[in-house]
């Protein structure tokens, strides 16, 4: 482990000497992937710096130990050796957790998309609980969510709403959520008291920029139109609402909630972006194959993944076999625990396959 502490050490000064060069300077996509380099791997540098600094101290006061006759400074210098050992190990530990491959997505906003499955009129339903949930999930962070675009349901929620999510980690945390969200309850719909089962899927994306996707726009085909629900005279009667398609791919983005073009247009290009790179990422995984994949974190959005079941105010994530009993906290906003538990077990399934959880 010091050896690769060491290496990247001296990449972090490596780094912070190309980032102050002219030829650097003038590049904004280089410059940009070089600062984030440098602070990332700057808290790794400061963890490595004080256990060197720990090691060494350690050393010292163990050969002090050796040389000592006095009594009284032998046990000041065991009393020091076992607190040097203490902050040694929890060193350690910070270091490993420091040293888990991460995603470079992780720090991006991203786009939340949610969408009534089987189930017809309560699976949008449940969508909409969905939507809540986050909605809720989301105030808590201090982040914020705006929606882009939305279908509403025959009977209530949504066929279809997608929304961004911006503030700290928020790809980081909402990741975990994509894949098939299932519910098990009696419909309102339901007169003979029967307990129905509904799916809505879930995607979260990371939020792309053209740095980093490349979009040419002779692909894509830009049609405007009146948008639709609330918003205001000026929203209904103007054609601010944009549909973009993309030829090569054939997908559709629209985005109507502001009342400029302009502005629809750049959120439709960055929902644009952010699923082109997610049929990239999926060629990706499926070249990698499926044995080297993260179960927990691989974010299929055709994986089933989460169970609410009403009559037991029961909800199971099956990616990691956790079941709460406190499903109106769950369906309020509550997921932290699902979160948490879900990024220990995809950091623990990356140390062992890193070979570092010895």
Known sequence: MLDKLQALKDRFEEVGQLIVLPESMADMSKYTKLTKEYKDLEKIVEVYDEYRLVLQNLTSSKELLDKEKDPEFREMAKAEIDDLRDRKELLEEDLKQLLIPKDPNDSKDCILEIRGGSGGDEASIFAG???????????????????????????????????????????????????????????????????????????????????????????????????????????????????????????????????????NFEKALKVLRSRIYEIELAKHNEAVGAQRRSMVGSGDRADKIRTYNYSQSRVTDHRINKTVYNLPDVMDGHIEEFISALRLAENLEKMQTSGMED
């Open 129 to 263: 609980d969905l939507f809540r949930m986050y909605e809720r999930f989301c105030e808590m962070q201090g982040w914020k969510l705006t929606v882009l675009d939305l279908t509403f349901g025959s009977a209530g929620g949504y066929k279809e709403i997608i929304a961004t999510v911006s503030g700290a980690d928020v790809y980081g945390m909402l990741k975990y959520e994509s894949g098939v969200h299932r519910v098990q309850r009696v419909p309102a719909t339901e007169s003979q008291g029967r307990v129905h089962t509904s799916a809505a899927s879930v995607a979260v994306l990371p939020e792309m920029d053209e740095v980093e996707v490349h979009l040419d726009m002779n692909d894509v085909r830009k049609d405007t139109f009146c948008s639709s629900g609330p918003g205001g005279q000026s929203v209904n009667t103007t054609y601010s609402a944009v549909r973009l398609t993309h030829a090569p791919t054939g997908l559709v983005v629209t985005c109507q909630d502001e009342k400029s073009q302009i502005k």
